[in-house]
């Protein structure tokens, strides 16, 4: 079964600075990726998803993340913060031979400071 | 830009007594889901309709929780009775019929019911 871990809890960082979030999956078939953005008291927005194709993915509010197939990672990176963009942020995945079943990491908070 | 429906958004109770979480999705979205997210975790699937017809409720503890989609379009989400470890946050979300690796894979979530019980 397919598995998301997200090792930091949290990440602080200084406004305008880049940042990462990691993300790494177990799973023995190929996946679907997605990475989603809580704000306080709110659902879960779509940033990105990788399908197929290019291993670069670009979201929205200048996200991008890559897949690694060899590394079983999806990192997800912005080159620089705002404020705003302080949230939950959570890596998903589902497996190619379930159309259905999403499976979360346990969320990373970014805390932008000013 | 449509959006998933939830009510209530805060239900406060004590233990023991019965609550209700209703859904509206987005129209035309074939497959619903209920997530349940515990405080400092990710969301846990609880309940996946494709339609009117239960896909997946392997993680739903059927001793005390109940779901429904009636007509294939709302939902309802019961617990009774209410223990005080599901407080938590209960999100639906829906998206196009959930077939193969496209775009319609995506859920669009709710903004979610904020359950505590006392």
């Known amino acids: 079964a397919q598995s998301v871990t997200q090792l930091d809890s949290q990440v602080p960082v200084f406004e305008e600075a880049p940042v990462e979030l990691r993300c790494n999956y177990s799973?023995?078939?190929?996946?679907?990726l997605f990475w989603y953005v809580q704000y306080p008291n709110q659902g879960l927005q779509l940033l990105l998803k990788?399908?197929?194709?290019?291993?670069l993915v670009k979201g929205i509010n200048g996200f991008e993340a890559e897949f690694n197939k060899s590394q079983t990672s999806f990192h997800l990176r912005k080159p620089s913060v705002h404020i705003s963009d302080t949230a939950e942020y959570f890596c998903?995945?589902?497996?190619?031979?379930?159309?259905?079943?999403?499976?979360f990491g346990s969320g990373t908070r970014l805390l932008v400071r000013p | 830009e449509a959006e998933v429906a939830q009510s209530p958004r805060y239900k406060i109770t004590e233990k023991s007594q019965a609550v209700a979480f209703w859904c509206d999705p987005i129209?035309?979205?074939?497959?619903l889901y209920w997530y349940r997210q515990i405080l400092g975790q990710g969301p846990e699937l609880l309940v996946q309709?494709?339609?009117?017809?239960?896909?997946?409720d392997s993680q739903l503890p059927k001793d005390r929780f109940s779901a429904e989609r009636l007509k294939g379009v709302d939902s309802t989400l019961k617990i009774q009775p209410a223990e005080l470890g599901d407080s938590a946050m209960y999100l639906c979300?829906?998206?196009?019929?959930?077939?193969?690796?496209?775009?319609?894979?995506?859920?669009?979530f709710g903004a979610g019911s904020r359950l505590t019980v006392l």
């Open positions: 979300a829906s998206s196009l019929r959930a077939t193969g690796p496209t775009g319609a894979n995506v859920l669009t």
């Open positions: 799973s023995s078939v190929s996946v679907y």
């Open positions: 990788y399908l197929s194709g290019s291993t």
């Open positions: 998903a995945v589902r497996e190619s031979d379930s159309s259905y079943k999403l499976i």
């Open positions: 129209s035309g979205h074939a497959t």
């Open positions: 309709f494709q339609d009117e017809s239960v896909v997946d």
